[in-house]
């Protein structure tokens, strides 16, 4: 199995969710990209480049197959050049018993007392574990494979941030990075999807939200019932209860009176009843996910 950066970013981007890095490694289309992703996009691209001219004498390795780019790396790290750029390295690590290839291209690779410094260039402005887990996870990634390809650990992990400030990245020793990775490669090659319930603010940037979103509204998901929150979906599954119409059922079973409190009642009456109740678990539309305007006031970048 090959574990690469970009799966750490699929596994926490927009929000953490498994089910998304199982479908992207299943190769299920997701659905297209909004402006305000291909507005960042660039935006980023130029924060990188801008970067990439501070240095000037920076030796370019971006070109080139997977492979001449790997060896230019070594060569590179060999010959002590100052400032690398795109380098690419890729070993292997024994995950959970079994021998994964693990790849990655961090930004910069900068010479400074006989070692080197691994640099990221990222936009975004908060660059902590609440905010942004998948590149603390990807510099450490880096990090690993530095070691695996050159011996010595990096001097340091960094990430030059949006608002042009370096922030320090605290390595992980290789059991604690191994559990991670070790977790991606279980759910990539899980013979079934993990389960994920649908949310608000989970789905709500993701590129398969309107595939879950159908398949939450298809099979009736509790997960569509207002104010009732990921870990209230997990509790209800564990119950047995997976759609709002076993939940509707259950309450009818189990409210003060049970079955016998319906003797007497009408079935009209009863129908009365189990409508204001649908009314009242009636699901949120995602129609509002789709608003680009909604993801563009979105700061958490
Ligand atoms: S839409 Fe939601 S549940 Fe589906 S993959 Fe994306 S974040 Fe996960």
Redesign the pocket.
Known sequence: MFLSSGDLYHRYR??A?D??LY?YRLGVESGESSPYEGVIRRLGQHHERAHLATFGNALDLSAGTPAERRQRTLNAIQDGVPVIYQPLFQGTARLSGVDCDLGGAPDFLIRENGGYVIRDVKLSRRINGRDHPEILWQLRLYGRLYELAAGPPPLRLEVFTGTGEIVVVEPLDAPTLDAELSGMAGVIGADAPPF????WS??GR????V???KEAEDTHSVALIPKVDQGMVSALRDAGINSYDELLAQIRCCRPGGVEARVGRTASQDRQRDRHRHSALRPRSSHKHNDPDRAATDSRV
Not at 196 to 199: A, L, R, W
Not at 206 to 209: E, K, N, P, S, T
Request: aromatic share 10%; glycine share 10%; net charge positive.
């Open positions: 927009p929000a969710c089910l998304r479908l994920e319930p649908v949310g989970k789905c993701c590129g398969y939200q595939r879950c979103w």
